[in-house]
């Protein structure tokens, strides 16, 4: 499998992932699962702009991302997944692209949001997502930068951050 991170990041593309994941894990593409902004070619391009010339960025639907990763694979290229909640990235686990490690970068506070860390608040959701990709054998850490230690999050009923 070609992916060298899976992130989840309400922010999607941004400098924290272009100028510290990127070169931190050697990526060579950024495969970006997100159905609102497949289908938006004027925020596509908005987020572009936070890319380098040497850095591909593909963006698909959650449906079209088994294809997408094997045609990344196909090319030899280290990508870097990025979806923007923990259910899409257990709707991507669910297509068959599976991955052992789930970063969780940044998502956004909201009603009913519960803090985890300043920069990642958890929706009702967001627990059931992590617990599902827990049993099937994910570690989930919440880690804004390569730079910083990762925290482990550990469900089951009682859960540890």
Aim: net charge negative; charged share 20%.
């Amino acid at each position: 499998m070609p992916l060298v991170l899976v992130r989840v990041d309400s922010r999607l593309v941004h400098g924290q992932v272009v100028e510290g994941w990127v070169p931190h894990v050697k990526a060579s593409c950024l495969l970006v699962v997100n159905d609102d902004l497949a289908a938006n070619p004027f925020l596509r391009s908005v987020m572009e702009l936070a890319g380098t010339p040497s850095l591909r960025i593909v963006f698909c639907t959650l449906d079209e991302v088994a294809q997408a990763a094997a045609e990344i694979a196909g090319r030899g290229e280290k990508a870097i997944l990025l979806c923007s909640t923990p259910a899409d990235a257990a709707r991507i686990y669910a297509k068959g692209v599976h991955f052992t490690d789930l970063n969780i970068g940044n998502l956004h506070f909201g009603t009913g949001r519960v803090e985890i860390t300043p920069s990642v608040f958890f929706a009702p959701e967001d627990y059931e997502a992590v617990e599902a990709l827990q049993r099937q054998g994910v570690a989930v850490e919440v880690r804004g930068t390569p730079f910083e230690p990762g925290k482990p999050i550990r469900g089951g009923g009682g859960w540890e951050f």
